[in-house]
C-alpha cells in the first residue's frame, strides 16, 4: 500500500499558491513541481546506472557531467527540463528517454480529438490552448500515423466462434483518386455475441460490391476464428445471400426490415409518410408470416394503385423480408431494430463531415477506427432484457450452435 505524502510537506507546499492561477497557471506550481521531480527522478537513476556500472566493472571513472537542456510537453503545458549526462555517455534515461519530447498523455489528447473529426489545424489551436503546448500539424500526422499499425492488428484479430446476429452496413466517405475525389463505400460489420456483448468485426472498403467481394469478407471472418452466424441482417447487399450460404451454410439471411420500410417511404409524400409507416408495421410485426401476408394484401388493396413501387418492393424481398418472423419475439426486435450499427454510422458520419475528403483508403479507416474506439466505450455489457433472448436463441436454434467453442 502506498503511503500517503505528510500533510505538513503538502501545506507547505501550498503556502504560495493561494489562487487558482498560482496552482494550475502557466508558472504554477503543479507546472513546477512536475519539472522537479522530473529532474529528481533523472538525476536518481544516472546515480543508479553508474553504481551497477562500477559494480560490473564495464566502465572505468564514469561520472556525472553536467546536463542538457530539453522541453518535455506535458497535460500542464511546455516544462523545461535539465537531463543530467554522464562522461562515457553510457546513459540512456528511461522515465524520458532520449529524443522523446512528450509524455504519452499527451498524444492521447491529439488521437482523441482527432477520432472527433477534428481537423490538424484545430488541433494546434486546442491544444495550444489548453495546454501552452504548440502541436503542429506534422506532429498530429505522426501522432496519428502510429495508429496504423494498431488498426492492422485490430482488422486482423481472432474473433468468438459464433454471433448471434451480425449487422452489415455501409457508409459513404469521399476519398482521393488520381487527383479527383469520389465516393466510395465502407462496409461495416457489426456482431453480437451470445452473451450480448457488440463488436465490430471488421471495416472493408470496396468500389465494387458483389458475390466475389463478400466471399472475400465472409472467408475473412472464417479464418479469424468464426465459425457460426445464427443471423445476418442486411439491406440488400448485392451477392451477400449466395456468398454467406457458401460460407455459412446454415446462417439466416435476413434484409434489414428498416432500410425496407425507408426505401417504401421513399415513394411517399413527406405528409403521407407517417399514416403509411404506420400501416407497413402491421405486416412486420404481425404474429406470423401468414398473418404479414394477409396485412401486405390489405395494403396493396388500399395503396396499390397509387404506390406500386411499395408493393413491389415487398413482394419480390418477401422471402428475405419474413425470415425473423418466426423467430420468438425478443429475438425479432434484435432483428429488426438497427440501433446497434444506426448509433455507429451516426458516431462515424459525425467526425467524417469535417473532413470533407480523405486522402486514401488508409487515411479514412484510421478515422473510423479512431472514432469506433469513443463508441465502443458503452458496449462492455450486455443490453437489458439479454438473458430472455438468450434462452430463445437456444430453444429456436439449438444450445450445439449457440454455444458452440
Not at 500539424?137 to 496504423?148: C, E, I, K, N, Q
Request: aromatic share 8%; with cysteine; net charge positive.
Amino acid at each position: 500500500m502506498k503511503k500517503p505524502f505528510r500533510a505538513e510537506l503538502i501545506d507547505e507546499l501550498l503556502g504560495s499558491a493561494k489562487t487558482p492561477d498560482a496552482l494550475f497557471g502557466p508558472d504554477g506550481l503543479i507546472k513546477q513541481l512536475t519539472g522537479a521531480l522530473v529532474e529528481r527522478a533523472l538525476r536518481a537513476e544516472l546515480g543508479v546506472h553508474l553504481e551497477q556500472e562500477r559494480e560490473a566493472a564495464e566502465v572505468v571513472g564514469n561520472r556525472r557531467n553536467g546536463s542538457s537542456h530539453k522541453t518535455l510537453h506535458t497535460e500542464q503545458g511546455p516544462v523545461p527540463l535539465e537531463v543530467p549526462r554522464d562522461r562515457a555517455g553510457t546513459f540512456e534515461p528511461q522515465i524520458v528517454p532520449k529524443h522523446v519530447t512528450r509524455v504519452p498523455g499527451l498524444d492521447q489528447k491529439i488521437l482523441a480529438l482527432y477520432a472527433r473529426g477534428m481537423s490538424t489545424r484545430d488541433i494546434g489551436l486546442e491544444m495550444s490552448s489548453l495546454y501552452g503546448t504548440e502541436v503542429s500539424p506534422m506532429l498530429v500526422s505522426r501522432v496519428t500515423d502510429a495508429v496504423h499499425e494498431e488498426v492492422v492488428q485490430w482488422r486482423s484479430r481472432p474473433l468468438d466462434p459464433v454471433y448471434a446476429i451480425v449487422w452489415l452496413d455501409a457508409i459513404m466517405v469521399k476519398m482521393r483518386h488520381e487527383g479527383a475525389v469520389f465516393s466510395r463505400a465502407v462496409h461495416v460489420a457489426v456482431g453480437v455475441t451470445p452473451d450480448g456483448i457488440k463488436q465490430v468485426l471488421g471495416m472493408w472498403c470496396e468500389d465494387n460490391e458483389g458475390a466475389k467481394f463478400w466471399m472475400g469478407v465472409l472467408a475473412d471472418l472464417r479464418q479469424r476464428g468464426v465459425k457460426d452466424i445464427l443471423v445476418a441482417c442486411c439491406d440488400g447487399l448485392k451477392g451477400f445471400p449466395s456468398a454467406i450460404e457458401a460460407v455459412f451454410p446454415h446462417a439466416v439471411v435476413q434484409t434489414c426490415v428498416v432500410h425496407q420500410v425507408r426505401y417504401s417511404l421513399s415513394f411517399a409524400s413527406w405528409s403521407e409518410r407517417k399514416s403509411l409507416a404506420k400501416e407497413l408495421r402491421e405486416i412486420y410485426t404481425a404474429p406470423n408470416e401468414a398473418l404479414a401476408r394477409a396485412a401486405l394484401d390489405a395494403f396493396e388493396i388500399r395503396h396499390g394503385k397509387r404506390y406500386p413501387m411499395i408493393v413491389r418492393s415487398w413482394r419480390s424481398n418477401w422471402e428475405r423480408i419474413t425470415p425473423f418472423l418466426s423467430f420468438p419475439q425478443e429475438i425479432r426486435r434484435m432483428v429488426y431494430t438497427t440501433n446497434a450499427i444506426e448509433s455507429l454510422n451516426y458516431q462515424f458520419r459525425k467526425v467524417i463531415k469535417t473532413k470533407g475528403h480523405f486522402p486514401n483508403e488508409e487515411a479514412a479507416i484510421k478515422l473510423l477506427y479512431l472514432a469506433l474506439q469513443n463508441a465502443e466505450q458503452g458496449w462492455k455489457s450486455a443490453p437489458k432484457g439479454w438473458r430472455l433472448a438468450r434462452l430463445q436463441l437456444v430453444a429456436y436454434f439449438g444450445e450445439e450452435r449457440v454455444l458452440a467453442q
